[in-house]
């Protein structure tokens, strides 16, 4: 009994030394009312908070992000993007330029904590606060702001008056506080780059000129009064023109933000999947959008059920397609995105803006220290989904087996070109947006097929719901998501994950040559890139056979399953080796067509040229 006593309570230590894998987190409960002056585009608003510090840890500040302060001249964002050599076209020098009446701002007017004052003070986009008293490990606290905000002139994501004539796009536009995690607070600068929260309940309130429709993250709670979607004519039945403002009341659970977006000229569509989400669209409606509009709801429906099948199911109750932005910005229940596209490209962007749902919304990285996890993943998503819906014929285009090929090629034209920069570095100070743009989005996605190829489709794909279920709502890291890949492979994952996201590290192998030795073709491989991987070798017989070749890592500690591209196992290629030899009985080399290195074209090889024997003159690699 006494040992296991001592053995109880050794665990128990464990546990609050090392932590637990179900992470704590802080949560949150916003409730806002706001009033909008469209004259002069500026707000007072009322913000209370109530906050929980789930955490071991006494608290004896907290911080907000101000994000309309960007829009500043010689703010942080203005001269970052004043002096990166490669600087967004959409904001360049344009923050320097925007006068008094045309830039946003946050003023505070007034904070408590518990009825009692607070000490707090602007830097930028941070707002510092010193507590009126400290928050207790496991207790909540009230936090009670009054403010008022002006909204800058559109320049990037969030604002008034964009390109496409939209109102409003009403994005990062509350103090928001910061989050608190095993890493400590994490008050970024706004920059330009990516966003992390704390999932809370919102609950807020605008009121608005009733010219407006308002489109928001959450569900309306006065559709039935308003007239969802609302409308001049229904809401003249409703006597509500007799006021001159409406109040819109949208209510959001377990999200870590809320966006909204107004304008005098919106068409909104409202819709169901067969899934019983309700889908709303709201555009302008023109001779660029009507149609495409109209369309979008059919390959939405398609890619929602192909989206719950593959990656988990969408947990919300509702979904905006809305008309703003200046591009495609995600956000909980919701999107901003320009609408004057083509119907492939409304498509895609509507899916890849949706699919961020599943990893920010849902899982939540923190897409400072990790936007790779995010837009990466999204990416890799979003390109199977689309085949899917080429499939379905539901959009034009060529259906094909890889659909990541070309992003996998892409990246290693440009890990050669000696500006890739580690998937490491904070989203904010990448050297160039060029790699940042590279490393987030296209080497994002590619560390998802490096991973398919090293274990195999079937268990990848497990993987990938296997993940979304057992780390939604629990800010994953990479290691979090390679030990579930781990763990449904059953191989050891750490090297690659050091490799593909510490270092720009590349992956090169070849066939060196092939040669004959008492009746049996040997066949001599080399490594000369850094990064080791696990090879798929085919072998084309001049005669029509084949013959499939797996050579594994000795550090992977195992072998992949259940893979197409797989053939006979070989013993495994130490990494400190750089070449390999493949003694094939029973073949002469003059009876081989071909020998490639990585048929499925998975893997992301720098230099491919080599990776076929023989190489005829002239002849092109292609595959």
């Known amino acids: 009994m006494k040992q296991l006593i001592s053995l109880t309570i050794l665990v128990l230590c464990t546990t609050l030394i090392y932590g637990q894998a179900d992470r704590w987190q802080q949560s949150i409960e916003y409730v806002m009312d706001i009033d909008f002056n469209a004259d002069d585009h500026t707000f007072e608003g009322t913000q209370e908070i109530k906050y929980y510090n789930n955490s071991p840890d006494t608290l004896n500040k907290v911080f907000y992000h101000l994000y309309f302060n960007a829009f500043q001249p010689n703010s942080m964002m203005d001269v970052k993007s004043r002096t990166v050599a490669d600087p967004d076209r959409r904001v360049e020098d344009r923050i320097s330029k925007l006068k008094p009446n045309?830039?946003?701002?946050?003023?505070?007017?007034?904070?408590?904590?518990?009825?009692?004052?607070?000490?707090?003070?602007?830097?930028?986009?941070?707002?510092?606060?010193?507590?009126?008293?400290?928050?207790?490990?496991?207790?909540?606290?009230?936090?009670?702001?009054?403010?008022e905000s002006q909204v800058p002139v559109q320049v990037r994501r969030s604002g008034r008056d964009s390109a496409e004539g939209i109102s409003y796009s009403m994005s990062q536009w509350y103090p928001k506080l910061a989050e608190y995690d095993y890493q400590g607070w994490h008050a970024n600068p706004y920059v330009g780059r990516e966003f992390y929260g704390i999932w809370g309940d919102y609950t807020v309130t605008i009121k608005l000129d009733r010219k407006y429709t308002i489109g928001a993250t959450g569900v309306l709670q006065n559709a039935k009064k308003m007239g969802h979607g609302y409308s001049e004519a229904n809401t003249k039945k409703k006597g509500l023109f007799k006021k001159k403002k409406l109040k819109w009341t949208f209510k959001a659970e377990n999200v870590h933000d809320f966006v909204w977006a107004a304008d005098k000229e919106y068409t909104h569509l409202i819709k169901k999947t067969d899934a019983g989400t309700e889908l709303h669209y709201l555009y302008q409606e023109n001779e660029k959008t009507k149609d495409n509009w109209e369309a979008l709801h059919g390959a939405m429906n398609e890619a929602e059920s192909y989206m719950n099948a593959n990656y988990g199911t969408y947990p919300y109750p509702v979904y905006y397609f809305i008309q703003g932005g200046d591009g495609g910005m995600e956000y909980p229940m919701a999107t901003l995105i320009t609408g004057e596209r083509s119907f492939p490209s409304l498509v895609g962007v509507s899916i890849h803006e949706w699919m961020h749902s599943w990893y920010q919304m849902v899982l939540g990285t923190n897409e400072?220290?990790?936007?790779?996890?995010?837009?990466?993943?999204?990416?890799?998503?979003?390109?199977?989904?689309?085949?899917?819906?080429?499939?379905?014929?539901?959009?034009?285009?060529?259906?094909?087996?890889?659909?990541?090929?070309?992003?996998?090629?892409?990246?290693?034209?440009?890990?050669?070109?000696?500006?890739?920069?580690?998937?490491?570095?904070?989203?904010?100070?990448?050297?160039?947006?060029?790699?940042?743009?590279?490393?987030?989005?296209?080497?994002?996605?590619?560390?998802?097929?490096?991973l398919n190829y090293i274990i195999g489709d079937k268990d990848f794909r497990r993987g990938m719901k296997r993940y979304y279920h057992e780390w939604g709502f629990k800010h994953p890291n990479p290691n979090d998501f390679i030990r579930v890949m781990e763990k449904v492979s059953n191989l050891?994952?750490?090297?690659?994950?050091?490799?593909?996201?510490?270092?720009?590290?590349?992956?090169?192998?070849?066939?060196?040559?092939?040669?004959?030795?008492?009746?049996?073709?040997?066949?001599?491989?080399?490594?000369?890139?850094?990064?080791?991987?696990?090879?798929?070798?085919?072998?084309?017989?001049?005669?029509?056979?084949?013959?499939?070749?797996?050579?594994?890592?000795?550090?992977?500690?195992?072998?992949?399953?259940?893979?197409?591209?797989?053939?006979?196992?070989?013993?495994?290629?130490?990494?400190?080796?750089?070449?390999?030899?493949?003694?094939?009985?029973?073949?002469?080399?003059?009876?081989?067509?071909?020998?490639?290195?990585?048929?499925?074209?998975?893997?992301?090889?720098?230099?491919?040229?080599n990776n076929v024997w023989p190489i005829l003159e002239g002849e092109e690699v292609e595959r």
């Open 368 to 450: 400072s220290l990790y936007p790779w996890m995010d837009e990466g993943f999204t990416s890799y998503a979003s390109a199977e989904v689309m085949n899917h819906l080429r499939s379905k014929g539901l959009i034009s285009g060529d259906v094909v087996d890889n659909p990541h090929y070309e992003t996998v090629r892409g990246y290693a034209r440009f890990a050669l070109s000696g500006k890739e920069e580690a998937l490491s570095t904070h989203a904010d100070h990448y050297i160039s947006n060029t790699a940042y743009g590279v490393g987030s989005y296209t080497k994002g996605a590619v560390f998802l097929k490096q």
């Open 492 to 609: 050891e994952l750490d090297w690659f994950r050091e490799y593909w996201v510490n270092t720009t590290h590349t992956i090169d192998y070849g066939i060196k040559s092939v040669a004959e030795d008492s009746g049996s073709c040997m066949i001599t491989l080399e490594k000369t890139g850094v990064l080791p991987m696990p090879i798929d070798l085919l072998i084309e017989m001049n005669d029509g056979r084949s013959q499939r070749i797996y050579i594994p890592l000795r550090i992977m500690r195992g072998e992949k399953q259940g893979d197409s591209f797989s053939g006979k196992t070989y013993a495994d290629w130490p990494w400190t080796h750089p070449q390999y030899t493949v003694s094939v009985d029973g073949i002469k080399s003059s009876e081989i067509k071909k020998i490639t290195i990585d048929p499925s074209g998975r893997l992301a090889d720098v230099d491919i040229a």
């Open 102 to 147: 045309e830039i946003g701002f946050h003023n505070i007017l007034s904070l408590e904590q518990d009825g009692k004052a607070t000490n707090y003070h602007v830097e930028g986009t941070i707002l510092e606060v010193t507590l009126a008293k400290p928050i207790m490990p496991h207790s909540s606290t009230q936090l009670v702001m009054k403010f």
